[in-house]
């Protein structure tokens, strides 16, 4: 995902689920201009779903 910024590499820098279901919050960060925003990505658990539940 490129920076709205400047359309420099971003990475995650911390992530955690959204409320809704099947979605994620993302925090970023830019590479090169330090900007930082959140992104909320969905379908994640639509394509792999756990066989098993975790007590
Ligand atoms: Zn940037």
């Given at each position: ?24 919050i ?30």
């Amino acid at each position: 995902m490129r920076c709205p910024a400047c359309g420099g590499e971003t990475r995650v820098v911390n992530s955690r689920p959204h409320p809704v279901k099947n979605r994620i919050i993302r925090r970023r960060e830019c590479c090169s201009c330090q900007a930082r925003y959140t992104t909320a990505e969905g379908r994640i658990s639509e394509v792999t779903k756990p066989k098993t539940k975790k007590a």
